[in-house]
């Protein structure tokens, strides 16, 4: 490079610098505004991102003061908490921490404590609210829509809302199972044609499946 050239380029470079200077002088109440914009966003970031953290732990502690009351089927509690205040329930989870991860398996156990308590209604309610990442909740969510619809003899959207379950993850060790009561729900919708199509998909994916023996009885009756 010539000493033409260097001289040249460092031209260039103090005209962008000017430039870059004079617009900074002219606009420098705008940039402040934008770079104090792009603090707030990040600190809020920062913050969001602890907080989600530090209730995620909450929630995952509540759970398990929780657990063995769930578990041992003593939903009404598992929904209100002890009366001594030693667990708090899964309402309280849901209620104040269900954005979390934890939080979101404590709505599929709420519901399903509602399920139990037949309170049918707030059972789909916390169901359908789940929005969790996991699959096998996203299943247990699915087919417990299915269920509240089978309790309240809405046949043809439990039928169809099992088979959804069964497909929403191809990993899911009950897929057998929830195509069996989906074909059962289309029975009792009066849909026989549906149910044979959901029964020989069982016979076909699933050959030692303990649910064909079942499906085989079903459809003999649709064909009689």
């Keep these: 490079m010539t000493k033409h050239q260097t001289h040249h380029n460092e031209d260039k470079l103090m005209a962008v610098y000017y430039k870059a200077a004079d617009f900074f002088e002219k606009n420098k109440k705008n940039v ?17 991102t602890n ?31 002890d009366s001594l205040g030693q667990s708090k329930g899964l309402q309280y989870i849901v209620d104040e921490y269900g954005s979390t991860e934890n939080g979101e398996l404590a709505k599929v156990m709420l519901a399903n404590s509602y399920f ?18 996991n699959k096998l909740l996203q299943v247990a969510a699915a087919s417990g829509i299915a269920s509240v619809y089978e309790a309240k003899n809405n046949f043809i959207d439990a039928a169809k809302q099992f088979e959804k379950a069964a497909n929403l993850d191809k990993e899911n060790p009950f897929i057998d199972q929830y195509l069996f009561y989906a074909g059962k729900n289309y029975m009792r919708a009066d849909k026989p044609d549906e149910a044979k199509r959901v029964f020989n998909r069982i016979k076909e994916d699933f050959p030692k499946s303990k649910y064909i023996a079942e499906s085989e009885r079903y459809k003999s009756s649709v064909n009689q």
């Design 32 to 48: 402040y505004y934008v770079l104090s914009a792009i603090v707030i966003i990040i600190a809020g970031i920062i913050f969001f």
């Design 51 to 81: 907080k989600r953290k530090a209730d995620n732990e909450k929630a995952s502690m509540e759970l398990s003061k929780i657990q063995q009351i769930y578990t041992s089927g003593n939903f009404q509690q598992s929904v209100s908490g």
């Design 116 to 133: 139990n308590l037949r309170d049918f209604d707030k059972a789909e309610k916390y169901y359908k609210d789940y929005s969790g990442s």
